[in-house]
């Protein structure tokens, strides 16, 4: 049923609920993804429910999305599209769940369709210190594949592939395929995990394993055991988490993938016994990704003892008013997803017109918090190369430049950090005079 269809169907059902009453009704209301569009509409419901099938069917290649949309999309929109996909950084991967999941009338302002294909009219040309690598993991990076940024923690990257690929990627310098505009290094496979994992037993300070890429939904079976047990071998590990965005992209992954399930299952199960937490992360930025199947995946992993947490991008034109926010951590809450943290969009190169300004950050926190419990409402946070940071906690703010500043002293002890908003939330600020009032002041990424 298209998202229209369910509106409808709402309305027929409470035809006299106007208003702000019916919002809390819509509230209720999730969105089915059944086989719609030309390549896979005959698909029976069964099959287009399978995780290997839509693997297969995903859409990768211009052509196929071209094949995909004829006859639902104006070509217009398509040429929008097929135009933008080759001056992005990003290579594009969708799963058909997640094609299903647009609204395609409404393709121009549809959440969904923003974070996974890019269109030429909403791309603005970056600001000047927007970097490939802006969080410097390049060069935090003791060995190959390993982020060391903490004290105590570390960042594995075990793939580099995931089941979509998002726009907005804080890791596009490795992430996704190369696109014409962006030669990805090769910093992660399961054929180069030994080096971090020595790094990893060498060095007793580290507690605690962000397993991250790319996707851990793309580990084999095998490979998720593997590196789990090898982990969970290593005293001085007491923490694993696992970040996947398959339960946003392809929840059926973990409900007809069961050899990889059982993979999870037994290392988390391993850890309860040992007195230690393996767990995941996940990525939803838009209510409509709380879906049925996300429910009923939700179900099986709470009742196995997963526990999940979920890290939000904040996103112009996908959640950046509170009541989306507010709608989307209600509904998390409701599936048993805890949600964690609510980031601004990282200085990435080609992200400019997803980020907004620190202080609308700052809002939309103080508009959310209060909204529901305490423990289900993230912790809204900027990003820098000396860790994150809470948004309110600015050691300065030039609304005028559009700069903040922030330091970390558990991290980087004494070293000041920038966040810089995007150009077009500065009033009577451009790119050349950014450029020209700003550039004489040393590093622009990390002065
Ligand atoms: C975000 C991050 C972590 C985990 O940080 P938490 O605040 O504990 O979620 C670990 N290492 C790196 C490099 C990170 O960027
Ligand atoms: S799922 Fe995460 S790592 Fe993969 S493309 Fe999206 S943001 Fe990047």
New binding site residues.
Partial sequence: MSLNHLQKAQSDIFPRLEGSTRLNVKENVMTATTPTLAPWKDVPQSLFDNHAWQDKNAIFRVPQLEEALEGTVSSTMIGEITSAVKMVN?SIRLTPYIMELIDWNNVEADPIRRQFLPMLSELEPDHPSLVVDSLHEREHSPVKGLVHRYPDKVLFLATSV?????Q?????YA??GDTEQLQKDKVASANNWDAALDYIRTHPDIEDVVV????SARLKPANLRLLGNALLDIPHIRRIRF?T?GLA?QPMKFLTDTAWMDALVEVVSRARREFKHVCIHT?FNHPREVTPMVEQAMRRLHADGVFVRNQT?LLRGVNNDAATLQDLIKKLGRVNIHPYYAYLCDMVKGTEHFRIPLHEAQTLEKEVRGSTAGFNTPLFIVDTPAGKRDVHSTEAYDRNLGISTFTSPAVANGKLHHYYDPIRSVPGMSRDKWIAECAGQGDLRAA
């Fill in positions: 990003m995931c089941p979509v690929y998002c907005f990627c804080t890791r596009s992430v996704g991250s890429g790319g996707d970040a965005k992209v990525h991008v």
